[in-house]
């Protein structure tokens, strides 16, 4: 927690914050992405899980997820980049608390459409080796949130923190009034 604290504590230009989201994306866009795509679904075989194939219906529903998912995921990268002057990683830490944009729908919008569009990944190749895979992830994800970030930002930004997440829901997006 006190190595998460001290990188917290140093703002970055936006030059090295855009190059340090850029070998990110290589990752999130790129490596993640190839893994559910390629070598995940072979286990399908493997374990003898029977692929779901229903045709046009995993194209449709599987384009909804990604774009609902890179919406919500750009959006909050975004604003982490521009407005909060971080971003998503904790060693480049935002600067201010984000209670707006896609931040005033949920408190994670970024882990939402990062899991929303990796399942639409797999509902289009009808994996269930890929889609179980992205609930493992998930859960990690939502691991680490729960027992580290959520203490961290109590910790830097307070009450302010304490107030925004007891009115703004954790991970599924909710209409806010107001």
Known sequence: MNIILRWSKKEYPLPVRLAAMAVAAILFLGLIPYALIIPIPKLDALLHLPAFHFGVINLI??????????FFGFWSIGEQLFEA??????MMATQKLLVSGPFRFCRNPMTFGT???Y???GVI???PAAILSVAAFGGLLVLYLKRIEERELAIRFGQEYLEYKARTPFLLP???RD
């Open 61 to 70: 529903a599987g384009i909804v997820l990604i774009l609902c998912g890179m």
């Open 85 to 90: 002057r971080g971003t998503p990683l904790p």
């Open 115 to 117: 899991i929303c569009a």
């Open 119 to 121: 399942v639409g990944v």
């Open 125 to 127: 190749i009808g994996s």
């Open 174 to 176: 909710r209409r806010t």
